[in-house]
């Protein structure tokens, strides 16, 4: 086990806000409350500038460091204060035995999920609705920024994602875009 792994293991169990890093992947803290982990992903509820903004899955092998001070002792505390703390899904059961296996359980509960590959010789972020989970990658019908479907799916490596978030701003902000267009075309 690493000593990440256990380190992420024990910030589930004592429900601790943590920020993770993944230097050469990111140069950016993600700060979040761990919900699950296994020897190939941690999936944490992230939490940004004290709003919870989605659920974050990262690989386990990309963090280099796992961090706990007062500071995130004290901004949990607040969270709680603020009721936000009760919305953290702590008591759910999230199967992160592999990016197969979370990516098909968050499908059936969000419409929107972002993947990102951020490791190789080209970053990509796809944001859309993942249409198969089964083999070695994933299908996902992705927009763009502008909010144009592209022409056919993108056929994704498990491999290669580093990252996927669901239940984000950003995921339901557009969610909620192309809900008022279906209604508009009815």
């Not at 961090?67 to 002792?73: C, F, M, R, Y």
């Not at 953290?88 to 199967?95: L, Q, T, Y």
């Not at 909010?147 to 990252?163: E, K």
């Not at 996927?164 to 267009?181: D, I, M, P």
Request: negative net charge; charged residues 20%.
């Amino acid at each position: 086990m690493t000593p990440q792994k256990q380190q992420l293991e024990q910030h589930l169990e004592d429900r601790d806000l943590v920020s993770i890093y993944r230097t050469g992947i990111d140069d950016s803290q993600i700060q979040g409350f761990v919900l699950a982990v296994s020897s190939e992903l941690v999936l944490i509820q992230y939490v940004y500038d004290f709003r919870l903004d989605g659920l974050m899955a990262l690989r386990t092998e990309d963090i280099t460091q796992v961090e706990l001070t007062a500071t995130h002792s004290l901004q949990k505390k607040l969270i709680f204060e603020e009721g936000l703390g009760q919305q953290v899904p702590f008591g759910f059961e999230f199967d992160v035995r592999s990016w197969r296996t979370l990516i098909a359980q968050l499908t059936l509960r969000h419409a929107l999920m972002i993947v990102e590959c951020e490791a190789g010789e080209i970053n990509e972020f796809l944001i859309g609705r993942v249409v198969q989970t089964k083999g070695d990658s994933l299908q996902i019908e992705h927009f763009t920024g502008a909010g144009n479907w592209a022409g056919s799916p993108s056929l994704v490596s498990y491999r290669d994602i580093t990252c996927c978030q669901v239940g984000n701003n950003y995921a339901n902000v557009y969610q909620r875009h192309f809900e008022r267009l279906a209604s508009a075309l009815h």
